[in-house]
Protein backbone atom coordinates (compact mmCIF):
# COMPACT_ATOMS: atom_id res chain seq x y z
CA UNK A 1 0.00 0.00 0.00
CA UNK A 2 1.07 3.24 -0.88
CA UNK A 3 -0.20 6.84 -0.24
CA UNK A 4 -0.40 10.00 -2.92
CA UNK A 5 -1.26 13.19 -2.81
CA UNK A 6 -1.56 16.08 -5.54
CA UNK A 7 -2.20 19.77 -4.58
CA UNK A 8 -2.89 22.33 -7.35
CA UNK A 9 -3.92 25.88 -5.50
CA UNK A 10 -4.75 29.37 -6.26
CA UNK A 11 -2.06 30.72 -3.86
CA UNK A 12 1.44 29.44 -2.59
CA UNK A 13 1.36 26.81 -0.53
CA UNK A 14 5.37 25.84 0.63
CA UNK A 15 6.47 22.04 0.64
CA UNK A 16 5.45 21.47 4.20
CA UNK A 17 2.03 21.83 3.51
CA UNK A 18 2.26 19.30 0.77
CA UNK A 19 4.44 17.01 3.66
CA UNK A 20 1.72 17.24 6.00
CA UNK A 21 -0.86 15.89 3.62
CA UNK A 22 1.58 13.70 2.64
CA UNK A 23 2.19 12.44 6.59
CA UNK A 24 -1.19 12.12 7.19
CA UNK A 25 -1.12 8.98 4.87
CA UNK A 26 1.72 7.16 6.15
CA UNK A 27 -0.28 4.81 7.44
CA UNK A 28 -0.52 3.49 3.72
CA UNK A 29 3.31 2.81 3.80
CA UNK A 30 6.20 4.52 4.86
CA UNK A 31 9.57 2.62 3.78
CA UNK A 32 10.49 5.94 1.63
CA UNK A 33 9.12 9.10 0.11
CA UNK A 34 9.37 11.81 -2.55
CA UNK A 35 7.69 14.98 -4.05
CA UNK A 36 8.24 17.11 -6.33
CA UNK A 37 7.01 20.95 -6.99
CA UNK A 38 7.14 23.44 -9.57
CA UNK A 39 10.58 23.99 -7.93
CA UNK A 40 12.09 20.38 -6.83
CA UNK A 41 12.10 16.45 -6.85
CA UNK A 42 12.90 15.39 -3.37
CA UNK A 43 13.40 11.70 -2.78
CA UNK A 44 14.12 10.24 0.99
CA UNK A 45 14.27 7.12 2.17
CA UNK A 46 12.88 6.64 5.83
CA UNK A 47 10.05 8.11 7.88
CA UNK A 48 8.33 11.52 6.37
CA UNK A 49 9.67 14.87 7.64
CA UNK A 50 7.71 17.50 7.85
CA UNK A 51 9.78 20.26 6.57
CA UNK A 52 10.65 23.10 3.75
CA UNK A 53 9.42 26.40 3.07
CA UNK A 54 9.47 26.31 -0.97
CA UNK A 55 6.69 27.96 -2.03
CA UNK A 56 4.59 26.42 -4.50
CA UNK A 57 1.30 26.00 -6.61
CA UNK A 58 0.88 22.51 -7.81
CA UNK A 59 2.98 19.66 -6.13
CA UNK A 60 2.51 15.94 -6.23
CA UNK A 61 3.85 13.98 -3.01
CA UNK A 62 3.82 9.61 -2.66
CA UNK A 63 4.58 7.81 0.65
CA UNK A 64 5.98 4.36 -0.18
CA UNK A 65 5.71 0.47 0.35
CA UNK A 66 7.54 -1.05 -1.67
CA UNK A 67 6.43 -4.03 -4.07
CA UNK A 68 8.74 -3.57 -7.03
CA UNK A 69 12.63 -2.70 -6.02
CA UNK A 70 14.31 -2.56 -2.81
CA UNK A 71 13.57 0.66 -1.00
CA UNK A 72 16.40 3.36 -2.17
CA UNK A 73 15.81 6.97 -3.05
CA UNK A 74 16.15 5.85 -6.84
CA UNK A 75 13.00 3.67 -6.48
CA UNK A 76 11.17 6.46 -4.42
CA UNK A 77 8.49 7.96 -6.17
CA UNK A 78 7.90 10.31 -7.80
CA UNK A 79 9.38 8.99 -11.57
CA UNK A 80 10.36 11.11 -14.25
CA UNK A 81 10.40 10.50 -18.06
CA UNK A 82 13.42 11.25 -19.92
CA UNK A 83 13.26 15.17 -20.45
CA UNK A 84 11.90 14.83 -17.39
CA UNK A 85 9.23 17.08 -17.97
CA UNK A 86 6.84 14.66 -16.94
CA UNK A 87 6.63 13.41 -13.49
CA UNK A 88 4.34 10.65 -11.72
CA UNK A 89 3.71 9.03 -8.44
CA UNK A 90 1.55 5.77 -8.58
CA UNK A 91 0.20 3.62 -5.99
CA UNK A 92 -0.67 0.00 -6.89
CA UNK A 93 0.85 -3.00 -9.29
CA UNK A 94 1.17 -2.60 -13.09
CA UNK A 95 0.72 -6.31 -14.01
CA UNK A 96 2.27 -6.12 -17.94
CA UNK A 97 4.86 -3.21 -16.72
CA UNK A 98 7.29 -6.05 -18.65
CA UNK A 99 6.10 -5.85 -21.48
CA UNK A 100 5.71 -1.93 -21.58
CA UNK A 101 9.21 -1.44 -20.44
CA UNK A 102 10.26 -3.55 -23.26
CA UNK A 103 8.50 -1.92 -25.99
CA UNK A 104 9.58 1.54 -24.86
CA UNK A 105 13.31 0.18 -24.36
CA UNK A 106 13.21 -0.49 -28.06
CA UNK A 107 12.04 3.36 -28.46
CA UNK A 108 15.10 4.28 -26.34
CA UNK A 109 13.97 4.94 -23.30
CA UNK A 110 16.23 4.96 -20.38
CA UNK A 111 14.88 3.96 -17.23
CA UNK A 112 16.63 4.37 -13.76
CA UNK A 113 14.45 2.61 -11.41
CA UNK A 114 13.21 -0.82 -10.73
CA UNK A 115 9.99 0.00 -10.13
CA UNK A 116 6.70 -1.05 -12.40
CA UNK A 117 5.69 2.53 -11.41
CA UNK A 118 8.50 4.43 -13.96
CA UNK A 119 7.59 2.87 -17.02
CA UNK A 120 4.01 5.30 -16.62
CA UNK A 121 6.28 8.70 -16.88
CA UNK A 122 7.59 6.76 -20.09
CA UNK A 123 4.71 5.92 -21.36
CA UNK A 124 3.45 9.20 -21.23
CA UNK A 125 6.82 11.09 -22.62
CA UNK A 126 6.11 8.90 -25.47
CA UNK A 127 2.59 9.25 -26.08
CA UNK A 128 2.79 12.91 -26.04
CA UNK A 129 5.23 13.08 -28.96
CA UNK A 130 2.19 13.03 -31.51
CA UNK A 131 -1.01 12.54 -29.26
CA UNK A 132 -2.90 15.18 -26.75
CA UNK A 133 -2.83 14.10 -23.27
CA UNK A 134 -6.69 12.59 -22.98
CA UNK A 135 -5.45 9.77 -26.11
CA UNK A 136 -2.66 9.56 -24.22
CA UNK A 137 -4.44 8.81 -20.84
CA UNK A 138 -7.33 6.56 -23.08
CA UNK A 139 -4.50 4.45 -24.41
CA UNK A 140 -2.85 3.89 -21.47
CA UNK A 141 -6.42 2.84 -19.78
CA UNK A 142 -6.35 0.55 -22.62
CA UNK A 143 -3.22 -1.26 -22.54
CA UNK A 144 -2.11 -1.62 -19.57
CA UNK A 145 -3.50 -4.48 -16.59
CA UNK A 146 -3.18 -3.80 -13.37
CA UNK A 147 -4.34 -1.74 -10.53
CA UNK A 148 -3.58 1.94 -10.02
CA UNK A 149 -4.21 5.50 -8.71
CA UNK A 150 -1.82 7.87 -10.38
CA UNK A 151 -1.14 11.81 -11.12
CA UNK A 152 0.73 13.34 -13.61
CA UNK A 153 2.19 16.42 -14.05
CA UNK A 154 3.71 17.94 -16.89
CA UNK A 155 6.92 20.63 -16.72
CA UNK A 156 5.49 24.18 -16.70
CA UNK A 157 2.12 23.51 -16.90
CA UNK A 158 -0.47 24.44 -13.88
CA UNK A 159 -2.84 20.78 -14.02
CA UNK A 160 -2.82 17.42 -12.48
CA UNK A 161 -3.69 14.65 -14.22
CA UNK A 162 -5.54 11.98 -12.11
CA UNK A 163 -6.43 7.83 -12.94
CA UNK A 164 -7.68 5.16 -11.12
CA UNK A 165 -8.00 1.39 -11.76
CA UNK A 166 -8.84 -0.24 -8.05
CA UNK A 167 -6.45 1.32 -5.71
CA UNK A 168 -8.24 4.38 -4.37
CA UNK A 169 -8.21 8.19 -5.61
CA UNK A 170 -10.51 11.08 -4.29
CA UNK A 171 -10.35 14.62 -4.96
CA UNK A 172 -10.63 16.98 -1.75
CA UNK A 173 -12.86 20.27 -2.65
CA UNK A 174 -10.82 23.23 -0.60
CA UNK A 175 -11.45 26.71 -0.28
CA UNK A 176 -8.51 28.06 -2.81
CA UNK A 177 -7.09 24.93 -3.82
CA UNK A 178 -7.74 21.15 -5.31
CA UNK A 179 -6.08 17.75 -3.54
CA UNK A 180 -6.37 14.46 -4.49
CA UNK A 181 -5.11 11.86 -2.04
CA UNK A 182 -5.76 8.29 -1.53
CA UNK A 183 -8.18 9.10 1.04
CA UNK A 184 -10.05 11.46 2.67
CA UNK A 185 -7.63 11.50 5.57
CA UNK A 186 -5.78 13.48 3.72
CA UNK A 187 -7.91 16.47 3.33
CA UNK A 188 -10.56 15.97 5.92
CA UNK A 189 -9.29 18.76 8.06
CA UNK A 190 -10.01 21.43 5.38
CA UNK A 191 -12.98 19.97 3.75
CA UNK A 192 -16.19 17.96 3.85
CA UNK A 193 -16.25 18.13 0.33
CA UNK A 194 -15.01 15.06 -2.19
CA UNK A 195 -15.62 13.57 -5.34
CA UNK A 196 -14.79 10.11 -5.71
CA UNK A 197 -13.04 8.08 -8.97
CA UNK A 198 -14.57 5.26 -9.53
CA UNK A 199 -12.93 2.57 -11.89
CA UNK A 200 -11.39 3.37 -15.31
CA UNK A 201 -12.06 7.30 -14.74
CA UNK A 202 -9.72 10.13 -14.94
CA UNK A 203 -9.76 14.02 -14.50
CA UNK A 204 -7.96 16.58 -15.46
CA UNK A 205 -7.87 19.15 -12.28
CA UNK A 206 -6.63 22.93 -12.07
CA UNK A 207 -6.44 25.01 -9.10
CA UNK A 208 -10.29 26.16 -9.72
CA UNK A 209 -11.65 23.57 -11.98
CA UNK A 210 -11.94 19.78 -12.23
CA UNK A 211 -12.92 17.84 -15.31
CA UNK A 212 -14.33 14.10 -15.17
CA UNK A 213 -13.83 11.79 -17.98
CA UNK A 214 -14.37 7.92 -18.82
CA UNK A 215 -12.24 5.53 -20.13
CA UNK A 216 -13.22 6.51 -23.53
CA UNK A 217 -12.34 10.12 -22.76
CA UNK A 218 -16.05 11.75 -22.79
CA UNK A 219 -16.79 14.20 -20.40
CA UNK A 220 -18.91 12.38 -17.06
CA UNK A 221 -20.78 14.42 -14.49
CA UNK A 222 -19.62 14.00 -11.18
CA UNK A 223 -21.38 14.49 -7.72
CA UNK A 224 -20.00 16.07 -4.92
CA UNK A 225 -19.85 14.40 -1.76
CA UNK A 226 -20.24 15.84 2.00
CA UNK A 227 -18.62 13.60 4.33
CA UNK A 228 -19.03 13.98 8.13
CA UNK A 229 -15.79 13.62 10.17
CA UNK A 230 -14.55 14.29 13.84
CA UNK A 231 -11.94 16.58 12.90
CA UNK A 232 -9.86 16.93 16.44
CA UNK A 233 -9.66 12.90 16.07
CA UNK A 234 -6.47 13.42 14.07
CA UNK A 235 -4.35 15.03 16.90
CA UNK A 236 -2.71 13.05 19.42
CA UNK A 237 -3.27 15.30 22.21
CA UNK A 238 -1.35 14.36 25.52
CA UNK A 239 -0.99 10.98 25.21
CA UNK A 240 2.40 9.17 24.60
CA UNK A 241 1.02 7.06 21.11
CA UNK A 242 -2.05 7.58 19.27
CA UNK A 243 -2.12 3.44 20.16
CA UNK A 244 -3.15 4.68 23.41
CA UNK A 245 -5.54 7.51 22.58
CA UNK A 246 -7.40 5.39 20.50
CA UNK A 247 -7.92 3.06 23.14
CA UNK A 248 -8.80 5.40 25.28
CA UNK A 249 -11.95 6.80 23.08
CA UNK A 250 -13.41 3.48 22.80
CA UNK A 251 -16.16 4.08 25.10
CA UNK A 252 -17.30 7.34 23.13
CA UNK A 253 -17.21 5.78 20.02
CA UNK A 254 -18.94 2.31 21.05
CA UNK A 255 -21.58 4.89 22.32
CA UNK A 256 -21.63 7.07 19.20
CA UNK A 257 -22.22 3.45 17.11
CA UNK A 258 -25.13 2.15 18.95
CA UNK A 259 -27.13 5.40 19.03
CA UNK A 260 -26.58 5.87 15.30
CA UNK A 261 -27.99 1.80 14.30
CA UNK A 262 -30.91 3.05 16.35
CA UNK A 263 -31.23 6.30 14.84
CA UNK A 264 -29.68 7.83 11.64
CA UNK A 265 -28.36 4.34 10.70
CA UNK A 266 -31.60 2.35 11.91
CA UNK A 267 -32.75 2.04 8.40
CA UNK A 268 -29.59 0.30 6.76
CA UNK A 269 -29.55 -1.72 10.17
CA UNK A 270 -32.73 -3.03 9.57
CA UNK A 271 -32.09 -4.22 5.95
CA UNK A 272 -29.49 -5.96 7.08
CA UNK A 273 -31.25 -7.94 9.47
CA UNK A 274 -33.57 -8.45 6.52
CA UNK A 275 -30.85 -9.82 4.46
CA UNK A 276 -30.02 -11.96 7.22
CA UNK A 277 -33.38 -13.60 7.48
CA UNK A 278 -33.30 -13.49 3.55
CA UNK A 279 -30.12 -15.29 2.88
CA UNK A 280 -29.10 -18.98 2.90
CA UNK A 281 -25.68 -19.07 3.87
CA UNK A 282 -24.08 -15.69 5.50
CA UNK A 283 -20.04 -15.78 4.94
CA UNK A 284 -17.60 -12.97 6.77
CA UNK A 285 -14.84 -11.77 4.52
CA UNK A 286 -12.06 -10.15 6.21
CA UNK A 287 -8.33 -9.79 7.47
CA UNK A 288 -6.63 -9.36 10.44
CA UNK A 289 -8.15 -7.56 13.45
CA UNK A 290 -11.53 -7.42 11.26
CA UNK A 291 -11.07 -11.06 10.81
CA UNK A 292 -11.28 -11.43 14.34
CA UNK A 293 -14.37 -9.13 14.72
CA UNK A 294 -16.02 -11.58 12.07
CA UNK A 295 -15.28 -14.63 14.43
CA UNK A 296 -16.17 -13.09 17.06
CA UNK A 297 -19.67 -12.08 15.35
CA UNK A 298 -20.04 -15.37 14.11
CA UNK A 299 -19.65 -16.58 17.37
CA UNK A 300 -22.42 -14.34 18.93
CA UNK A 301 -24.68 -15.62 16.05
CA UNK A 302 -23.79 -19.32 16.47
CA UNK A 303 -25.20 -18.74 19.77
CA UNK A 304 -28.75 -18.27 18.70
CA UNK A 305 -29.25 -20.41 15.59
CA UNK A 306 -28.06 -18.27 13.09
CA UNK A 307 -25.29 -19.95 11.30
CA UNK A 308 -22.44 -17.77 9.96
CA UNK A 309 -19.01 -18.62 8.05
CA UNK A 310 -15.96 -16.37 8.63
CA UNK A 311 -13.21 -16.74 5.96
CA UNK A 312 -9.70 -15.08 5.85
CA UNK A 313 -10.44 -12.87 2.65
CA UNK A 314 -6.95 -13.59 0.82
CA UNK A 315 -8.39 -17.38 0.95
CA UNK A 316 -11.89 -16.59 0.32
CA UNK A 317 -11.78 -17.83 -3.06
CA UNK A 318 -10.22 -21.25 -1.98
CA UNK A 319 -13.43 -22.25 0.79
CA UNK A 320 -16.33 -20.70 -0.09
CA UNK A 321 -19.05 -21.89 -2.42
CA UNK A 322 -20.82 -18.78 -2.83
CA UNK A 323 -23.95 -18.19 -5.15
CA UNK A 324 -27.29 -15.88 -5.72
CA UNK A 325 -28.64 -16.92 -1.77
CA UNK A 326 -25.18 -15.84 -0.32
CA UNK A 327 -24.94 -12.97 1.49
CA UNK A 328 -21.09 -11.90 1.98
CA UNK A 329 -20.58 -9.51 4.44
CA UNK A 330 -17.15 -7.47 4.50
CA UNK A 331 -15.60 -6.33 7.47
CA UNK A 332 -13.17 -3.42 6.88
CA UNK A 333 -11.76 -1.17 8.89
CA UNK A 334 -10.03 1.02 6.23
CA UNK A 335 -12.58 -0.41 3.40
CA UNK A 336 -9.76 -0.64 0.84
CA UNK A 337 -7.82 -4.13 1.95
CA UNK A 338 -6.85 -5.59 -1.59
CA UNK A 339 -7.60 -9.27 -0.24
CA UNK A 340 -11.17 -8.27 0.90
CA UNK A 341 -11.48 -6.56 -2.85
CA UNK A 342 -10.45 -9.19 -4.48
CA UNK A 343 -13.01 -11.63 -2.24
CA UNK A 344 -15.91 -9.11 -2.61
CA UNK A 345 -15.37 -9.20 -6.77
CA UNK A 346 -15.11 -12.72 -6.66
CA UNK A 347 -18.32 -12.81 -4.90
CA UNK A 348 -19.72 -10.40 -7.37
CA UNK A 349 -19.05 -12.86 -10.07
CA UNK A 350 -20.86 -15.73 -8.69
CA UNK A 351 -24.07 -13.04 -7.84
CA UNK A 352 -23.84 -13.01 -4.08
CA UNK A 353 -25.00 -10.33 -2.27
CA UNK A 354 -22.62 -7.90 -0.74
CA UNK A 355 -22.77 -6.06 2.90
CA UNK A 356 -20.23 -4.14 3.97
CA UNK A 357 -19.37 -2.93 7.76
CA UNK A 358 -16.68 -0.28 7.17
CA UNK A 359 -14.82 2.64 9.15
CA UNK A 360 -13.79 5.07 6.35
CA UNK A 361 -16.62 6.53 4.34
CA UNK A 362 -16.90 5.84 0.12
CA UNK A 363 -13.80 3.32 0.59
CA UNK A 364 -13.59 1.26 -2.07
CA UNK A 365 -15.22 -1.59 -0.74
CA UNK A 366 -18.20 0.74 1.17
CA UNK A 367 -19.06 1.52 -2.81
CA UNK A 368 -19.04 -1.88 -4.40
CA UNK A 369 -21.63 -2.86 -1.49
CA UNK A 370 -25.01 -2.80 -2.22
CA UNK A 371 -25.60 -1.61 1.66
CA UNK A 372 -22.94 -0.60 3.64
CA UNK A 373 -22.97 0.25 7.56
CA UNK A 374 -20.38 2.75 8.91
CA UNK A 375 -19.07 2.13 12.37
CA UNK A 376 -18.23 5.37 13.45
CA UNK A 377 -14.57 4.87 14.80
CA UNK A 378 -13.57 8.13 13.65
CA UNK A 379 -10.22 7.77 12.15
CA UNK A 380 -7.04 5.32 13.61
CA UNK A 381 -4.18 6.84 12.85
CA UNK A 382 -1.95 4.11 14.82
CA UNK A 383 -1.31 0.96 12.88
CA UNK A 384 -3.09 -1.43 15.11
CA UNK A 385 -6.74 -1.72 14.76
CA UNK A 386 -8.44 -0.95 18.21
CA UNK A 387 -11.20 1.32 18.27
CA UNK A 388 -12.24 0.12 15.31
CA UNK A 389 -12.46 -3.31 16.78
CA UNK A 390 -14.70 -2.49 19.60
CA UNK A 391 -17.16 -1.04 17.08
CA UNK A 392 -16.93 -3.79 14.78
CA UNK A 393 -17.72 -6.67 17.37
CA UNK A 394 -20.37 -3.82 19.23
CA UNK A 395 -22.35 -4.17 15.81
CA UNK A 396 -22.25 -7.30 15.23
CA UNK A 397 -23.12 -8.06 19.04
CA UNK A 398 -26.02 -5.47 17.96
CA UNK A 399 -26.83 -7.80 15.33
CA UNK A 400 -26.86 -10.68 17.41
CA UNK A 401 -29.42 -9.44 19.43
CA UNK A 402 -32.08 -8.85 17.37
CA UNK A 403 -32.17 -12.93 16.55
CA UNK A 404 -31.93 -12.86 20.45
CA UNK A 405 -28.65 -12.59 22.07
CA UNK A 406 -29.41 -11.08 25.75
CA UNK A 407 -27.14 -8.85 26.31
CA UNK A 408 -27.35 -5.29 27.91
CA UNK A 409 -25.74 -2.88 25.25
CA UNK A 410 -26.76 0.42 27.20
CA UNK A 411 -23.83 0.05 30.00
CA UNK A 412 -20.81 -1.15 27.36
CA UNK A 413 -19.24 1.97 27.21
CA UNK A 414 -19.47 2.56 31.26
CA UNK A 415 -18.14 -1.02 31.32
CA UNK A 416 -14.64 -0.44 28.60
CA UNK A 417 -14.47 2.99 31.03
CA UNK A 418 -14.46 0.84 34.09
CA UNK A 419 -11.37 -1.46 32.61
CA UNK A 420 -9.33 2.09 31.63
CA UNK A 421 -9.68 2.39 34.64
CA UNK A 422 -7.51 0.07 35.45
CA UNK A 423 -4.81 0.83 33.29
CA UNK A 424 -1.95 1.10 35.55
CA UNK A 425 -2.71 -2.48 36.97
CA UNK A 426 -2.40 -3.94 33.53
CA UNK A 427 0.58 -2.23 32.52
CA UNK A 428 2.10 -4.02 35.16
CA UNK A 429 1.07 -7.18 33.82
CA UNK A 430 2.27 -5.67 29.50
CA UNK A 431 5.52 -4.77 31.49
CA UNK A 432 5.72 -8.26 32.82
CA UNK A 433 5.43 -9.90 28.80
CA UNK A 434 7.81 -7.52 27.24
CA UNK A 435 10.57 -9.96 28.72
CA UNK A 436 9.26 -12.63 27.23
CA UNK A 437 10.69 -14.52 23.62
CA UNK A 438 7.25 -16.48 23.29
CA UNK A 439 3.44 -15.53 24.85
CA UNK A 440 0.99 -18.37 24.55
CA UNK A 441 -2.91 -16.64 24.84
CA UNK A 442 -5.40 -19.39 25.36
CA UNK A 443 -9.29 -19.08 25.04
CA UNK A 444 -12.27 -20.97 24.30
CA UNK A 445 -15.75 -20.54 22.17
CA UNK A 446 -16.06 -16.74 22.96
CA UNK A 447 -12.62 -15.93 24.17
CA UNK A 448 -11.04 -18.09 20.72
CA UNK A 449 -11.50 -15.23 18.46
CA UNK A 450 -10.22 -12.92 21.82
CA UNK A 451 -6.93 -14.64 21.51
CA UNK A 452 -6.10 -14.46 18.21
CA UNK A 453 -6.45 -10.89 18.18
CA UNK A 454 -4.61 -10.18 21.52
CA UNK A 455 -1.90 -12.30 19.98
CA UNK A 456 -1.99 -10.03 16.78
CA UNK A 457 -1.51 -7.03 18.53
CA UNK A 458 1.33 -8.10 20.97
CA UNK A 459 2.72 -9.54 17.44
CA UNK A 460 2.06 -5.97 15.58
CA UNK A 461 3.48 -3.54 17.85
CA UNK A 462 5.93 -5.35 20.39
CA UNK A 463 7.35 -7.97 18.01
CA UNK A 464 7.36 -10.51 20.17
CA UNK A 465 6.28 -13.91 19.24
CA UNK A 466 2.71 -14.79 20.03
CA UNK A 467 0.50 -17.55 19.64
CA UNK A 468 -3.53 -17.07 20.28
CA UNK A 469 -4.94 -20.42 20.11
CA UNK A 470 -7.85 -22.63 21.31
CA UNK A 471 -7.36 -23.89 24.72
CA UNK A 472 -8.28 -27.16 23.61
CA UNK A 473 -5.59 -27.89 20.57
CA UNK A 474 -2.48 -27.37 23.66
CA UNK A 475 -2.63 -31.05 24.34
CA UNK A 476 -2.29 -31.74 20.51
CA UNK A 477 1.26 -30.26 20.23
CA UNK A 478 1.81 -26.88 21.50
CA UNK A 479 1.96 -27.89 25.14
CA UNK A 480 5.42 -29.10 24.40
CA UNK A 481 6.57 -25.24 24.36
CA UNK A 482 5.10 -24.25 28.24
CA UNK A 483 7.85 -24.89 30.52
CA UNK A 484 8.82 -22.99 33.37
CA UNK A 485 8.34 -18.99 33.05
CA UNK A 486 6.78 -19.28 29.74
CA UNK A 487 3.96 -16.34 29.99
CA UNK A 488 0.37 -17.71 28.71
CA UNK A 489 -2.40 -15.11 29.05
CA UNK A 490 -6.02 -17.18 29.79
CA UNK A 491 -9.12 -15.92 28.66
CA UNK A 492 -11.74 -17.47 31.12
CA UNK A 493 -15.47 -16.92 30.42
CA UNK A 494 -17.99 -17.43 33.83
CA UNK A 495 -16.23 -20.61 35.17
CA UNK A 496 -15.82 -22.41 32.19
CA UNK A 497 -14.39 -25.74 33.31
CA UNK A 498 -12.23 -26.41 30.13
CA UNK A 499 -10.42 -23.58 30.14
CA UNK A 500 -10.00 -23.22 33.77
CA UNK A 501 -8.36 -27.03 33.38
CA UNK A 502 -6.25 -25.76 30.31
CA UNK A 503 -5.03 -23.12 32.39
CA UNK A 504 -4.03 -25.48 35.36
CA UNK A 505 -2.02 -27.42 33.10
CA UNK A 506 -0.16 -25.25 31.76
CA UNK A 507 0.43 -23.70 35.24
CA UNK A 508 1.61 -27.40 36.12
CA UNK A 509 4.01 -26.94 33.83
CA UNK A 510 5.52 -23.48 35.12
CA UNK A 511 3.83 -21.21 32.67
CA UNK A 512 3.60 -17.89 34.63
CA UNK A 513 -0.11 -17.10 33.54
CA UNK A 514 -1.96 -14.17 33.28
CA UNK A 515 -5.94 -14.69 33.47
CA UNK A 516 -8.50 -12.18 32.08
CA UNK A 517 -11.79 -12.95 33.18
CA UNK A 518 -15.30 -12.47 34.38
CA UNK A 519 -15.35 -14.59 37.32
CA UNK A 520 -15.55 -13.05 40.60
CA UNK A 521 -13.96 -16.52 42.22
CA UNK A 522 -10.91 -15.78 40.14
CA UNK A 523 -10.87 -11.91 41.19
CA UNK A 524 -8.22 -11.88 43.73
CA UNK A 525 -5.62 -14.80 42.36
CA UNK A 526 -2.45 -12.73 41.59
CA UNK A 527 -2.37 -11.36 37.86
CA UNK A 528 -5.67 -11.35 37.36
CA UNK A 529 -7.90 -8.84 35.35
CA UNK A 530 -10.94 -9.11 36.45
CA UNK A 531 -13.98 -8.18 34.60
CA UNK A 532 -17.42 -6.93 35.98
CA UNK A 533 -19.68 -8.66 33.61
CA UNK A 534 -21.58 -11.93 33.89
CA UNK A 535 -22.43 -11.02 29.56
CA UNK A 536 -21.05 -13.37 26.86
CA UNK A 537 -20.85 -10.90 24.55
CA UNK A 538 -19.92 -7.87 26.50
CA UNK A 539 -16.65 -10.25 28.23
CA UNK A 540 -15.61 -11.03 24.74
CA UNK A 541 -15.21 -6.99 23.80
CA UNK A 542 -14.14 -5.86 27.35
CA UNK A 543 -11.26 -8.89 27.00
CA UNK A 544 -9.87 -7.69 24.30
CA UNK A 545 -9.79 -4.45 25.19
CA UNK A 546 -7.55 -5.54 28.33
CA UNK A 547 -5.28 -7.52 26.20
CA UNK A 548 -5.14 -4.47 23.61
CA UNK A 549 -3.33 -2.77 27.11
CA UNK A 550 -1.41 -5.33 27.46
CA UNK A 551 0.32 -5.49 24.15
CA UNK A 552 0.51 -1.42 24.06
CA UNK A 553 2.11 -1.19 27.69
CA UNK A 554 4.35 -4.23 26.05
CA UNK A 555 5.78 -2.54 23.22
CA UNK A 556 6.16 0.96 25.39
CA UNK A 557 8.28 -0.61 27.57
CA UNK A 558 10.30 -2.32 24.91
CA UNK A 559 10.56 1.02 23.15
CA UNK A 560 9.09 0.08 19.85
CA UNK A 561 7.66 2.79 17.53
CA UNK A 562 3.98 1.79 18.53
CA UNK A 563 2.26 3.60 15.64
CA UNK A 564 3.76 2.56 12.75
CA UNK A 565 3.99 -0.30 10.60
CA UNK A 566 7.33 -2.00 11.20
CA UNK A 567 9.61 -0.81 8.21
CA UNK A 568 9.99 -4.12 5.91
CA UNK A 569 12.84 -3.13 4.11
CA UNK A 570 14.39 -6.18 4.12
CA UNK A 571 11.61 -8.48 3.12
CA UNK A 572 11.17 -7.06 -0.28
CA UNK A 573 11.86 -8.76 -3.60
CA UNK A 574 13.74 -6.85 -5.78
CA UNK A 575 12.16 -7.92 -9.11
C1 LIG B 1 -4.58 -4.79 12.87
O1 LIG B 1 -4.00 -4.20 13.97
C2 LIG B 1 -3.88 -4.67 11.60
N1 LIG B 1 -3.42 -3.39 11.30
C3 LIG B 1 -4.45 -5.48 10.43
O2 LIG B 1 -4.54 -6.80 10.84
C4 LIG B 1 -5.78 -5.02 9.83
O3 LIG B 1 -6.82 -5.28 10.73
C5 LIG B 1 -6.00 -5.77 8.51
O4 LIG B 1 -4.97 -5.45 7.63
C6 LIG B 1 -7.32 -5.48 7.89
O5 LIG B 1 -7.49 -4.13 7.61
P1 LIG B 1 -8.91 -3.52 7.35
O6 LIG B 1 -9.74 -3.72 8.57
O7 LIG B 1 -8.67 -2.08 7.07
O8 LIG B 1 -9.49 -4.25 6.17
Redesign the pocket.
Known sequence: MCGIIGIVSKKDFTSKFLLERLKRLEYRGYDSYGYYDSRDLKKYVGEIIVAGENKSRIGIAHTRWATHGGVTETNAHPHLSCDKDIVIVHNGILENFKELKEELIRKNHKFVSETDSEVIAHYFEEGLRNKDIKEVITGFLRETKGTFAILVMIKDKEEIYALKRDSPLVLGICKDMNILASDIYAFSDLTNKAVLFDNDEFAIITKDNYKFFNKNGRVIRKPIKKFVWEQEESEKQEYKHYMLKEISEEADVVKRLLFSLDNEQKTGFDKLINLIKESKKIIFA?????YHASLLGAYYLHQVGVEAQTLIASEFKHFANIDSDTLVIAI???G??MD?IDALKYAKENNAKIVSIVNVPFSTIQRMSELSLNILAGQEVC???TK?FVNQAALLLRVAQEFGFRVNLTNLAEKIKDLLDKKDEIRRLGERIAESRDVYIIGRGLTYPVAREIA??IK?ISYIHAEGMMGGELKHGTIALIEEGTPVISLINNNDPDIISNTREVEARGAKVIIITNNKDLEKKKNTIHIRTGNDGKFGILATVAGQLIAYYAADKLGRPVDKPRNLAKCCTVK
Open positions: SCGTSSQSETVVASALKE
